[in-house]
C-alpha cells in the first residue's frame, strides 16, 4: 500500500507537474484565462501575461492550450522553450509545429510562412494560436521574429494569435523594446493566491482525489494558514508543501495535518536548501568557526566573524526564490512568547499594516486555539517530534488591513500606451464604482419586495423607491411579468456591520447578481441559513458574496461547522477571516456570532 492509499486518497493532490486537470479557477486566473481567451477570439494579435515563479502560469497556459484545443475552428500549438539561438530556428519550430513545409535555407521562410498562414486563416473562419510560455529567456532577435509574426495580417486581424507566458523580469526587456511591446493587445498580471483561494485550491484538489468526504478535512484550516504564510501565498510553494506534509503524515502515523504539524515539520522539509551551498562557503565556514573559537572572548573578533558567517551560510539568491524561510527554532519562539507574555496584542501603525499583509505573517488570533490545543497534546503524545512549549504571541486580527494596491501617480492609461511611440505597458487598469449592482429576471410567485429583501439585507420603502426609479422602463414596479428583467442600484451603506475578529463560511462568489441571487435561493432550499453581500473594491471591481447568516468566534468552531455542510453546498465553500479594508457594502448585515443567531431563532 502506497501513502496515497493509506490516507484513503485514490491519486495524488498535489503533483509536481502543472496538470490542467487541477486547475483552481480562482477570480484572478478565472478572469485572465477569459480576458485572453476573449483577445483571441477577437484576433487582436498579441498578449502578455507576467507573474513570479510559481503563481501559475503554465498551468493557465496549459489550460488555455486544452481550451482551444476543443474547438474545432482553432489550430493552437504551444513552444514551452523559447530560448533559440536563431531567427531561422524559431522559424522552423513554428513551421513544424503547423506542419508548414519551408526551405531549408533560411531565405524565403518567413515568406512561406506568411503565405501559408494567409491560406489558413486569411478568410477568418479559423484560428491560429501560438502559446509561449517561459517567455523571459526569448533573446532580442527571438522578439524580432514575434513581432514580424504579428505583421501577418489582413485589413481586419491579425492572422497568428500568440500569447506570452513570462517572468516579471520580463517587464525590463518590453520597456527596453517599444516597437514590440506597442504590439500587445493585453497585458495582465498574476499576483499571489490570496489566503481564502488557497484553502478552496487545496480542498478542491483533495475532493477531486478522495474516495469519500472525509479527504477534504485531511488539512484543517488552520494547517492551511500556516502552510500559506509560509509559502507567502505562492501556488507551487503551498502545492510541495502540502505534498511534503501529506508524505509525513504518513510516515507519523497522524489522521490529519494540523497547525502545529505543519509547524513542526517544515523546517524539515526545507533542510534540502542547505544543498544548494556553494562548498567554497562550507570550507570557508569551517575557517570561520575556527576562528570564532578563537576570538570568543573579543566582542570585536565575534561580531565580524558572525556577520561573515551569516552571509556565507545564507541561501543563495539562484534559490532565494524558491526556498521560503526557515522557521524559528522552539527556543527562540518560546522566548519570543515569553519576552511579550505581559504585554497586549501590538497595535500595528499604517506601515506595518501593510508590511504584515503584504507578507502574510500574521496569524488569526483566534487560529491560537487551535495551536494551543494541538500543542498540549503533542507535548504528550509526541516525544519524536519538536515541541514548542508555547504558543507564540501574535497581533490580533482587528489590527490588520487587507491592503489594496493604490494606483501610481501619473499611471500611463490603456489609450495612451496604444498611442505613445515610446511606451511601455502599464499595470491594468482599476476598476470603476458601479452605478447598479447588475438585472434579475422577475420570477414567478415572487414579490418585488422579497427580492429586495434578498439584495440589499433589508426592506423599506427608500430601497422600494430607489428600485423603481432604476427601472423607469417598468409601468408599475409591483406588477411586473415573469421573466422581465428588473435592475438593482449600486447602494452604498455604512450598516454593514463586519465583525473585525471572527469567522465566516462562504458558500458562493460570484461576479454577477443574478448568479448570486440563484445561489442564495438554492441555498435556501438546503434549508441553510444565508445571506448575500454585494460589494466593491476598486482593484476586484464588484462582488457578490453568499454567506451564512452569522460568524463563528474560533476557528475550530468554524471548520466543524464546514465539515457539517451538505455536500452540495462544499462545492465552493471557504472560510473566511476578513474582506478587503478598501470595500465599498452595498447590502445591510447586523450579524450575530452563532450562539446569538441560535438564541434569536429559539425565542
Not at 502543472?18 to 477577437?42: C, K, N, S, W
Not at 466593491?536 to 468554524?558: C, D, H, N, R, W
Request: hydrophobic fraction near 40%.
Amino acid at each position: 500500500m502506497n501513502y496515497i492509499e493509506h490516507i484513503n486518497l485514490k491519486a495524488e493532490p498535489f503533483p509536481a507537474s502543472a496538470d490542467p486537470d487541477f486547475f483552481y479557477p480562482t477570480r484572478q486566473h478565472g478572469r485572465i484565462l477569459r480576458m485572453i481567451e476573449y483577445t483571441v477570439t477577437a484576433r487582436n494579435g498579441l498578449s502578455v501575461i507576467l507573474g513570479d515563479v510559481g503563481t501559475g502560469k503554465t498551468t493557465l497556459a496549459r489550460m488555455l492550450y486544452r481550451n482551444f484545443s476543443a474547438r474545432k475552428q482553432t489550430r493552437v500549438h504551444m513552444i514551452t522553450d523559447p530560448s533559440f539561438s536563431t531567427p531561422h530556428e524559431m522559424y522552423r519550430e513554428i513551421a513544424e509545429q503547423f506542419n508548414i513545409p519551408i526551405p531549408e535555407h533560411e531565405r524565403g521562410t518567413k515568406e512561406a510562412l506568411e503565405k501559408a498562414f494567409i491560406e489558413r486563416f486569411g478568410s477568418g473562419e479559423v484560428i491560429g494560436l501560438l502559446i509561449i510560455d517561459e517567455g523571459q529567456k526569448m533573446q532580442s532577435q527571438i522578439l524580432e521574429v514575434v513581432r514580424e509574426l504579428l505583421n501577418f495580417e489582413t485589413d481586419h486581424f491579425k492572422l497568428l494569435q500568440i500569447v506570452v507566458f513570462a517572468q516579471k523580469e520580463f517587464e525590463i526587456t518590453l520597456g527596453m523594446n517599444s516597437a514590440f511591446s506597442g504590439r500587445i493587445g493585453l497585458l495582465q498580471r498574476i499576483e499571489r493566491m490570496d489566503f481564502k483561494n488557497a484553502q478552496r485550491m487545496v480542498r478542491f484538489r483533495l475532493e477531486r482525489t478522495g474516495k469519500d468526504d472525509r479527504a477534504a478535512s485531511l488539512f484543517t484550516t488552520a494547517a492551511i494558514w500556516a502552510i500559506y504564510n509560509k509559502a507567502n501565498g505562492n501556488p507551487r510553494r503551498i502545492v510541495t508543501l502540502c505534498h511534503q506534509l501529506l508524505m509525513r503524515l504518513v510516515l507519523r502515523q497522524k489522521k490529519r495535518v494540523t497547525f502545529w504539524f505543519v509547524r513542526n515539520n517544515t523546517t524539515e522539509i526545507m533542510e534540502g536548501s542547505d544543498s544548494h551551498r556553494s562548498p567554497v562557503a562550507l570550507i570557508l565556514s569551517l575557517i570561520i568557526l575556527a576562528v570564532a573559537v578563537y576570538g570568543a572572548m573579543q566582542p570585536q573578533v565575534t561580531n565580524i566573524v558572525g556577520e561573515t558567517w551569516l552571509r556565507l551560510t545564507a541561501p543563495s539568491s539562484e534559490h532565494a526564490e524558491t526556498a521560503p524561510p526557515t522557521l524559528a527554532t522552539p527556543e527562540e519562539v518560546q522566548h519570543a512568547s515569553s519576552a511579550h507574555e505581559s504585554d497586549p496584542p501590538p497595535v500595528l501603525s499604517d506601515t506595518t499594516q501593510q508590511q504584515a499583509t503584504s507578507e502574510q505573517s500574521v496569524v488569526p488570533p483566534a487560529l491560537q486555539e487551535e495551536a494551543q490545543a494541538a500543542n498540549t497534546t503533542q507535548a504528550s503524545s509526541n516525544a519524536d517530534e519538536t515541541t514548542v512549549t508555547t504558543s507564540p504571541t501574535l497581533p490580533d486580527l482587528k489590527t490588520v488591513k487587507t491592503v489594496s494596491p493604490t494606483p501610481p501617480e501619473n499611471e500611463t492609461t490603456q489609450a495612451e500606451l496604444n498611442t505613445a511611440p515610446n511606451a511601455t505597458p502599464t499595470p491594468e487598469q482599476f476598476f470603476d464604482r458601479p452605478e447598479d449592482l447588475g438585472t434579475i429576471p422577475m420570477g414567478k410567485r415572487i414579490y418585488v419586495s422579497n427580492m429586495i429583501h434578498d439584495v440589499y439585507g433589508r426592506y423599506d420603502l427608500a430601497l422600494h423607491r430607489q428600485v423603481e426609479k432604476a427601472n423607469p422602463n417598468i409601468p408599475n414596479i409591483d406588477l411586473i411579468p415573469a421573466g422581465k428583467d428588473i435592475t438593482f442600484p449600486a447602494v452604498p451603506t455604512q450598516e454593514a456591520f463586519i465583525p473585525i475578529n471572527g469567522f465566516f463560511i462562504e458558500l458562493n462568489e460570484t461576479q454577477t447578481l443574478e448568479d448570486a441571487f440563484n445561489a442564495l435561493r438554492r441555498f435556501k432550499k438546503m434549508g441553510l441559513p444565508v445571506r448575500m453581500l454585494p460589494y466593491y473594491t476598486p482593484t476586484q471591481g464588484l462582488i457578490f458574496t453568499v454567506l451564512l447568516e452569522y460568524y463563528m468566534e474560533s476557528a475550530k468552531e468554524a471548520e466543524s461547522l464546514f465539515l457539517k455542510l451538505p455536500k452540495q453546498a462544499k462545492t465552493h465553500a471557504a472560510i473566511m477571516t476578513a474582506f478587503p479594508a478598501d470595500a465599498e457594502f452595498y447590502a445591510y448585515w447586523d450579524i450575530l456570532d452563532k450562539k446569538s443567531f441560535d438564541s434569536q431563532q429559539n425565542q
